[in-house]
């Protein structure tokens, strides 16, 4: 039985159905963060989700967490033309986020600690696509790798997947965060190659 190598199947010709046009896999995870690391302890984390009522809802670690942590396999597509296949995840579905919160408003900017934005459609951040992450690879998430929490939305390009995210705010119009301003593409989808604007 003839055994291929996954993500090296340029090279005889066959390429990985699950890589997006431009993406090369890599074994490693590089780290891409602007700026430095913020010291995020769980003991002072809080995920606060901003609405048009005004009444923010706030949760800290333990509630947080207590809305359902579940284990997720997925692909991972840097912009910066690298992807990671079939990687294992922990953390809480935004589905499970959504169904505490009212809102009209369609778009989210998700916020991290140390200044971060990005953007996302709300209806993209549901159905099972999107979540907090607390464990990757089977280990709480490396600092530098956006721990103790961060947003994970596969099916955008990773800069989506906002590290040490502390909450999200309704917006009634899609708004460009950090590098959504500097160039990056609004929405960013892998599969169209919705790189920069
Ligand atoms: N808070 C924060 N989140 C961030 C970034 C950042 O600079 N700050 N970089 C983004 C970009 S451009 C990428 S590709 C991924 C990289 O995540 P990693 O360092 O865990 O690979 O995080 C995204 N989330
Ligand atoms: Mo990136």
Redesign the pocket.
Known sequence: MALITRGFGGRGGQRDSRLPPGQTHVDD???????ATPDVDPSVWEFTVATESGDPMTWDWDSFRALGMEEFRVDIH??THWSRLGMPWRGVSLDRVFEQVETSYDYVMAH?Y?G?TTNVPLEELLGGRAWIAFEADGEPLEP???GPARLVVPHLY??K????VRGLTMMPQDEPGF?EERGYHLHGDPWTEERYS
């Open positions: 995870w590089p780290v891409l963060t602007a700026g840097c912009v991290s140390g971060y530098e790798h956006g990773f800069w997947s906002a590290k040490w590098w």
